[in-house]
């Protein structure tokens, strides 16, 4: 089933940008670049999930976010703005929204977070797991032990906190920022190397003495865990 995207954007350019992204991925978007609008749209239709700027006509976005969540709208929202301040993120986190991105911005990063609340929304309607498998490396929740074919690998909590974050993003391209809100859940400095340290420490244990490397560098975006190279 196509996923059905609502980009509130009222600049063309940026609005434009966004949208052809997620055409090529393969989503079926609406757009506008007004509040009013985008909040009629919203509660109109079914959508999986919604890009809201903060500075709109019309209505604001943290207006349209409160209004949506007044209604019982529980679509994810992901708030797309240049007011980067933390109180401002802050603000619109407590809001309502489920993620914030400041411009300018990556769409690689956009959609990764985009796609992460739409799973997030389905596998709150489905039973939870507790059993995470990426090629031959396994992760469970429960007992917070991992191992790779059959072997075990000791982690200590930050080491697992990563590596699961990895594994439920396999495939797909994890930068930095995502790791530090994620694991951390604060707003670090991006070009912090505590990352890099972290990264480097758990690949020693994921794929040290293994024929395959599970943790991949993918140059000027982030890290990729995959079985494949």
């Known amino acids: 089933m196509t996923r059905k995207i609502l980009i ?32 009629f749209l919203a ?7 919604i890009v809201l700027d903060r500075m709109l006509p019309g209505l604001d976005g ?10 019982g709208v529980r679509t994810p929202v992901v708030i797309l703005s240049a007011m ?10 407590r809001e309502g929204s489920d993620d914030y ?28 797991t507790s059993r995470l498998a990426v ?8 007992s917070r032990k991992v191992t790779r074919s059959g072997r075990p690998i000791p982690l200590q909590p930050r080491e697992f906190l990563m590596l699961e974050f990895l ?5 797909r391209v994890v930068t930095r920022t995502m790791l530090l809100e994620g694991v951390w859940n604060y707003h670090f400095d991006p070009q912090t190397n505590v990352i890099d340290v972290h990264i ?3 690949r020693q244990k994921v794929d040290k003495d293994f024929d395959t490397p599970m943790i991949h560098t993918v140059r000027g975006s982030g890290y990729m865990l995959s079985p494949e190279a």
């Open 8 to 39: 509130v954007e009222d600049d063309d350019e940026t609005a434009g940008y966004v949208e052809r992204g997620f055409v090529e991925q393969g989503y079926g978007v609406d757009r506008c670049a007004d509040g009013r609008e985008g909040l």
């Open 43 to 49: 509660t109109d239709r079914a959508y999986d999930a």
């Open 62 to 71: 943290l207006s349209v976010l409160k209004a949506l969540r007044a209604a």
């Open 84 to 93: 980067g301040a933390l109180d401002e993120r802050v603000r619109g986190l």
């Open 101 to 128: 991105i400041v411009k300018p911005f990556a769409f690689a990063e956009l959609h990764a977070r985009v796609d992460a609340q739409i799973r997030r929304g389905s596998a709150s309607d489905e039973a939870p």
């Open 135 to 142: 090629g031959d490396l396994e992760l469970d929740l429960l």
């Open 167 to 171: 594994m439920r993003n396999a495939g």
């Open 200 to 202: 480097s420490r758990l």
